[in-house]
């Protein structure tokens, strides 16, 4: 489970964003050998976001890297747009994984 990052494991059907806690437990407890953002699979600007916002931020970044939409870019997006990214739950997500490899 934890042989790839939180991100890369979401992306692949492998976690869901209600695993993210136990990926942080994880880490606090085994030498990885990578920082806690390496290790969640983060870029330096999302993990300083998701230090400022809640956890809900999982939901923008996956949406983000399915669509292929660097976050900082997506913070200055419409605000219509935005909304509807952060409405999307597990379903839709998967939703999007999958037109994304038809």
Sequence with gaps: ????TFIQSCLD?????FD??????YWHE???GLTLREFLGLTPYEYQ???KNS???FRDI???RIEGIDLEKYTYMDEEDRIAARSY???AIEQLRKEKDE
């Design 1 to 4: 489970m934890y042989n790839k």
């Design 20 to 25: 993210l806690d136990e990926y942080i437990d």
């Design 55 to 57: 956890d809900s931020i």
């Design 13 to 17: 059907g492998e976690a869901t964003l």
């Design 49 to 51: 976001e998701w230090g």
């Design 30 to 32: 085994h030498e990885t």
């Design 62 to 64: 996956l949406r983000c």
């Design 89 to 91: 739950d597990e379903e």
